[in-house]
Every structure is written in structure tokens, then in C-alpha cells.
């Protein structure tokens, strides 16, 4: 029986919280930032299903932040000291402001056969262009019944969040394909499993966090990531447009 939404989640946090409680961290305080990562996927979760998806966003690519910076800690003992006390050999302050930049952290830690710097860099935007402060993180595209169907109505996100349980559906579709590349990010970092064989990164999904994409002439899916540098390139930005031609009004 196919599992719901749901239930995926659950079962992807529990996962992630039996590779905390099963490692040995070097040093042991690098235990905290793989913790703070889940709590942080934890809170995307529970704000994903009241409908806070712009607030859910944010705490998903909080959480990749602290994960990605674990995992090169783990990796290099050395620098997990300079990073925990603030001190250590020269040219240790370089090293430490770049682990503050989360670009700098999304190059550092090592690409693997299946996930890239580009596809950090990627999910990372996603997140971030749904979580700032811009239309396309306050505002929605919605059919009402007094309005031209074929278009729809550009207003905010209710307060209290999106309500419906299709729409609750399709907002943790999206918060699954984080928590399922965060999980895939440590396998690869760790070499032990944490989700079904067969994963693979499929660029494709990332509509399901920035809900937008269009075909390109070839026929290839492209997602809509980010409309940073970009301004006007956001799909809510063009509904918005038609809304005020449309209905003299906006």
C-alpha cells in the first residue's frame, strides 16, 4: 500500500534521527549541528502541515545549512576544532569565515556520483527564493468561484496558513524532496543507507518546492528555481500582471 505523505515524512525523520543516535561524532560536539539540522527539518515538517509553507521553507534550508557544514567537520578533524573554540593555526580565521558563507559550505564539501555543488546550489535557491520576502513567498495564485477560472486570483497566503488538504499534500510533496536529498547527502558523506536503493537527484522535483516550471524547446522539464537577478522572471509576477489588466484592480 503506497504510504501517504505523511507517513513518508515520519518515517524519513526517524531516519535521520537513528543516524544521530547511532554515530560516534569526532568531535562530539559535531553531534549538535546534525541535531540542529533536524530540529530544523522537524519544524519545516510540522509548518508544512498548517499550511506555513513560506516559514517551512525557511527552516528546510536552515536545516541543509547546518547539515552541510556538519558533514565537512566530520570530515576534517582539524577544523572542527578551529570551528568549536575559535582558535588554532594560522590562517585559521580564513578557513572559519568561510564556513560562515553557506555558498562557500555547498563548494567545500565533496560532489558525489549523485549530487553535484550545482544541485546544492539549486535546492538551496529554491528554498531561499520561496522563503524571502518577495510575492511569490506571501502571495498565491487561486481559483474562486466569482473570478475567471482560467486565470485565477493573485492574493495572500491566508493567515493561519494554506488550508485544503490537497494543498497541504502538495506543499510536503516538496518538504520530501528535501528531507529525501538530505538523507541521500549523508549516505553518500558516510557510506551507510538511509533511504530505498535506487536513489537518484531528480532536478525535475524541485517544482514541487518552487511550484513552477515550463518545457524548454527540446521537451525537457525545466523547474523554475529562483528569480534572484532576475526581477520580473517569477510566474506569480506574470499572474499578478494578467490580475491587473484583467480586473482593473490588484
Known sequence: MELKPHEILSHSLKKYLQFIESTEFKPKILRCLFVNAYNHFLAGVMLAEKGLITQSNNCLRMGLESEWLGLILVKNHSIALEWAFGTGEKGANKRLKKLESPFEIRKILDETPRITVKDRGEIYSALSDKSHTKLSSVARLWIQPDKNPALGVVDCIPSGGIQGANNISRILRGVNVVL?????????????????DGWKWNRATLSYISEGGSRDKDGTYEPHITSKGRPGSDPIQAAALLNAIMYKEF
Do not use: M, T
Request: a negative charge.
Open 180 to 196: 529525501s536529498f538530505a538523507l541521500a547527502e549523508i549516505e553518500d558523506a558516510q557510506d551507510i543507507q538511509l533511504l530505498e
